[in-house]
Structures are given as structure tokens and as C-alpha cells.
């Protein structure tokens, strides 16, 4: 067992406790769960303007053994595709529960996807498509220097190539339960949520737009609220996004980097920084140096 806490330079601090079921979690494995929440809690607070407690505790608990995972996630409820989950119980810390896989990446792809979900529930009513988007963001990302960096899996970009970019209205209006549907109709609303929200956090006034729909439907709990705050945020209306993201989609960047909001010294394995100036400096230098 081994509490980890997130640095004191945020506003809010998560610390985790870490239980290994018939496995063992090595040091790196352990700083990195704590540093993916981080990133989330990190733009979800400042980013987006959501509220958080002071502290928040979680427990991870990681099985070794496949077999065992299955029955505790099966009696909670999880499909059986699943790999990890986060579970709430009244009077206890919140807990994410994992497999840890023959592969430790894919684990922690899972922890981000399914704690980016967690965090987000602070924000209460989101829509799918952007509680989705904001997933697979944070589940295809990764730290370089002091700024987080989303990557675009292939597949999307080859769907999109293909395919186009999505109508921004009709992905925020979608009302299609997407728990009911097959997988060759599911996927695209993914790629779709993915779409947009990778792209509204590639700029400044992309993020402006997101916190305003975090807000409105927070508000509100309707869908056209969203298009109703892109009207009132974004540069050009809900026009001007659906032709912006219609370029972006065209052109898609090898990654979106998203700068780190709270004062937290930058990574110790991190060979490069960005620096508030727009310059990428040495790590060893910093943005003080010559």
C-alpha cells in the first residue's frame, strides 16, 4: 500500500492509495497514475472552470490475475470487454479498479480514459459526446515538458480522412443512446466527440468555448444550450466552427499541445520545456535561462 499525493501547487490535491491484487506496481507505474489524474484535474479545473473539494482520495486497486478482475467487475456490473472502472460508495473513498494486463501502456490508457470520467462528474450534467471527447483525449495523451500533449490514434485520422469532418451541430443535438447501439454506428459518434473536442482544445478561444458549454448545460441540461454558448464564445459563431474544424480535420496536427494551467514544475524526465514565451528551452536551462 502507498499514498501518493499530487503537488501542493494545485488548487485542489488528489492523493491515491495504491492496492495491488496478486501483482506487484513498480515505483514509475505508481507516479504515473498519480500524474494522469493530475493532467485531467489540471485542465478540468482551470481549463474549464470546474469545482473541485480540497482533497480528493482515491483508492486503486490493480489485479494481477484476469480471472479475478472479471468477478469483481462482473459483479459490478461492467461488461465484460471492460478493463477498468471507477466505483463510487457512500462513506468511502472513491475507487478505480484495474486490470493490469500484460501490458502496463494499456492499463494506464484505461486509468485515463475511466478517471478522466471521474474527474469530470464534479462538473455534474455533461453532454456525451464532449464526457466522451474529453476521455479519449486524455486517454490518447501524454506530458512534453510542461504542457500536455493529445494524440490523434490513427484509426480517427484515417475515418476522418475519409469520412470528413463532423457537423458540429449535429454531433452536440445527437440524442442517440449510445449504449444501445451496434458498433459499426457507436464508433463514429466517438471519432465524432473526438473530433470536436480535440479540436476546441487546440486554441485559446477553443477552450473559452468548451468551459462556456461545460456551463450552459450544467445550467440547463439540454443539448441546444451547447450551440447556444458557441454562438456567445467562439469567433464566428457556430459557423465559423463547423468551417474552422472543416480546415482543422483537412489538416490534422500530429498532436494538440494544451499548456499545463497550474505553477507545477515541470517533469523530471521531461528533456524539453515550453515556455510561456512560445520558446522550447532545455529542461536543464528552464525558461529563466539565457
Not at 66 to 82: F, H, Q
Not at 256 to 274: G, K, M, Q
Amino acid at each position: 500500500m502507498l499514498v501518493l499525493g499530487l503537488a501542493a501547487a494545485l488548487a485542489s490535491e488528489v492523493s491515491l492509495e495504491i492496492e495491488p491484487v496478486s501483482t506487484t506496481v513498480t515505483q514509475t507505474t505508481k507516479s504515473r497514475l498519480r500524474q494522469t489524474l493530475g493532467r485531467a484535474l489540471d485542465f478540468y479545473e482551470h481549463g474549464l472552470g470546474v469545482t473541485f473539494p480540497a482533497e480528493i482520495a482515491v483508492t486503486v486497486t490493480i489485479y494481477g490475475d484476469r480471472d479475478a478482475y472479471r468477478e469483481v467487475a462482473k459483479a459490478a456490473g461492467l461488461p465484460s470487454w471492460a478493463d477498468g472502472y471507477f466505483k463510487t460508495v457512500p462513506g468511502k473513498p472513491p475507487e478505480a479498479v484495474l486490470w493490469a494486463q500484460d501490458d502496463t501502456q494499456k492499463m494506464m490508457r484505461v486509468f485515463q480514459h475511466e478517471g478522466s470520467h471521474f474527474l469530470l462528474g464534479y462538473a455534474g450534467r455533461t453532454p456525451r459526446w464532449l464526457n466522451e471527447g474529453l476521455a479519449q483525449c486524455f486517454e490518447h495523451s501524454a506530458m512534453s515538458g510542461n504542457s500536455l500533449s493529445i494524440r490523434p490514434p490513427a484509426a480517427y485520422l484515417e475515418y476522418l480522412g475519409r469520412e470528413g469532418a463532423p457537423k458540429a451541430e449535429a454531433v452536440i443535438l445527437d440524442r442517440s443512446n449510445w449504449n444501445e447501439l451496434p458498433p459499426d454506428e457507436v464508433g463514429p459518434l466517438y471519432i465524432d466527440g473526438w473530433a470536436l473536442t480535440a479540436f476546441l482544445m487546440s486554441s485559446a478561444n477553443g477552450q473559452e468555448t468548451l468551459a462556456a458549454i461545460v456551463r450552459a448545460y450544467k445550467a440547463s441540461g439540454t443539448a441546444k444550450s451547447g450551440l447556444e454558448a458557441i454562438d456567445a464564445t467562439y469567433r464566428g459563431g457556430t459557423s465559423g466552427l463547423q468551417r474552422d474544424l472543416e480546415r482543422w480535420v483537412a489538416n490534422p496536427p500530429s498532436s494538440v499541445s494544451v499548456p499545463r494551467y497550474a505553477n507545477v514544475e515541470p517533469s523530471a524526465d521531461a528533456l524539453w520545456t515550453t515556455c510561456p514565451d512560445g520558446r522550447l528551452v532545455s529542461t536543464a536551462i528552464g525558461c529563466t535561462g539565457p
